[in-house]
């Protein structure tokens, strides 16, 4: 079976990395295309993947339109070279235009509800779209598949990911050290119009927050947008394919970046979510597991953090709600691999009939 992977974002690169190990031990013949948006090729090239570029990020509204033209064209070229029997991405409207032109299926693996234009240009071309079971958006109940899980549970699994604790010593911590990260988004995607959160234009704000934080332990921040000199001492300086070695030492992390708070949450990382705009995937970890909050104002965010860093045994507490989680998830990545693998013989009428038992039937919907 030939297999194309159509890749638009740094977390799609993390997303897909042991499926499409997986599926070539397997023998599969995977094609990986990928658009040069932030540190998507960079973390390719880290992995080893070879892989062939079809596009820029296009980032203005009016040039959005054309960019999915050309980014179609471009990517119907190496399908049609490829010969691809399956298409597979994260929501790439990319991928899925070009399967349905090739009359060929399209699997879309998704978890983020908010990002309406995309899906909109996505699901009807699509064959199957397969989310975590708290995902909020609408889908075709025909194409929809449910699972017991997050994307972050596809990389960040005990199964794949066991943290480096080398990275600490490369920042002269120590695993005793109080961590403090907080992350910050530009706020420029399609899906980010309306959405709040920290003012990064109120500097001396901001600084607050900082030296608040502060009196507690090390503090880093990393950002999509680039704040004054004053911030230089807190900007974190690593490798960025380690940043999850680190976050697993980290003791709390606050920040506008979901990903990142799901990714502190599979790792048993208390988290603070500083937005008004929400997912279903970190509801199920506030409301079901306990592991983080969801708070739209900064001053009551920064307020929550400082009660939980006074909070006696927090890392304790977080790794017992961590070990629930993963008790009641299942591993993602199997779940790709043999949705993938098994897709032409086993996927009929929007239902997915699993072929191995080690899926109990209740993690899986």
């Given at each position: 079976m030939r297999i194309l992977i159509d890749i638009g974002h740094p977390a799609h690169v993390h997303l897909f990395k042991n499926a499409i190990w997986n599926l070539r031990h397997k023998g599969y013949e995977v094609k990986i295309t990928a658009r040069?948006?932030?540190?998507?090729?960079?973390?390719?090239?880290?992995?080893?993947?070879?892989?062939?570029?079809?596009?820029?990020?296009?980032?203005?509204?009016?040039?959005?339109?054309?960019?999915?033209?050309?980014?179609?064209?471009?990517?119907?070229?190496?399908?049609?070279?490829?010969?691809?029997?399956?298409?597979?991405?994260?929501?790439?409207?990319?991928?899925?235009?070009?399967?349905?032109?090739?009359?060929?299926?399209?699997?879309?693996?998704?978890?983020?509800?908010?990002?309406?234009?995309?899906?909109?240009?996505?699901?009807?071309?699509?064959?199957?779209?397969?989310?975590?079971?708290?995902?909020?958006?609408?889908?075709?109940?025909?194409?929809?598949?449910?699972?017991e899980g997050y994307h972050e549970l596809a990389y960040l699994h005990p199964n794949y990911y066991k943290p480096d604790?080398?990275?600490?010593?490369?920042?002269?911590?120590?695993?005793?050290?109080?961590?403090?990260?907080?992350?910050?988004?530009?706020?420029?995607?399609?899906?980010?119009?309306?959405?709040?959160?920290?003012?990064?234009?109120?500097?001396?704000?901001?600084?607050?927050?900082?030296?608040?934080?502060?009196?507690?332990?090390?503090?880093?921040?990393?950002?999509?947008?680039?704040?004054?000199?004053?911030?230089?001492?807190?900007?974190?300086?690593?490798?960025?394919?380690?940043?999850?070695?680190?976050?697993?030492?980290?003791?709390?992390?606050?920040?506008?970046g979901a990903t990142m708070a799901s990714e502190a949450g599979v790792l048993g990382v208390p988290w603070i979510f500083v937005s008004n705009q929400t997912r279903g995937y970190l509801e199920d970890q506030e409301k079901n597991y306990g592991l983080g909050y969801i708070i739209s104002d900064p001053e009551q965010a920064i307020e929550k953090a400082v009660e939980l860093l006074e909070s006696d045994n927090l890392k304790n507490e977080w790794q017992k709600k961590k070990a629930k989680l993963l008790n009641e998830k299942i591993d993602v990545t199997k779940f790709m691999t043999e949705f993938i693998e098994n897709y032409l013989e086993s996927f009929y009428g929007g239902k997915w009939t699993f072929l191995h038992s080690d899926f109990p039937p209740s993690k899986i919907i």
């Open positions: 040069n948006k932030e540190i998507t090729l960079y973390l390719l090239n880290v992995y080893g993947f070879e892989y062939e570029l079809v596009g820029e990020v296009v980032k203005e509204l009016m040039s959005k339109g054309l960019g999915i033209i050309k980014g179609d064209y471009k990517l119907y070229k190496v399908a049609k070279e490829f010969r691809p029997d399956i298409f597979v991405s994260m929501t790439s409207p990319y991928a899925a235009h070009v399967s349905w032109v090739l009359r060929k299926p399209h699997i879309t693996f998704n978890d983020t509800e908010v990002q309406t234009l995309i899906n909109w240009m996505t699901y009807p071309f699509t064959e199957v779209i397969c989310t975590p079971s708290c995902y909020k958006g609408k889908v075709n109940p025909k194409k929809h598949v449910k699972y604790p080398s990275i600490l010593e490369y920042l002269g911590l120590s695993e005793s050290d109080v961590i403090i990260q907080l992350r910050f988004s530009s706020k420029d995607s399609s899906h980010d119009i309306g959405v709040t959160g920290f003012d990064l234009k109120n500097r001396e704000k901001l600084m607050s927050y900082f030296k608040t934080l502060e009196r507690y332990g090390d503090v880093f921040y990393t950002s999509e947008t680039k704040l004054g000199k004053e911030f230089d001492k807190y900007l974190l300086k690593i490798p960025v394919n380690r940043i999850h070695d680190l976050l697993a030492y980290t003791t709390l992390y606050i920040g506008e």
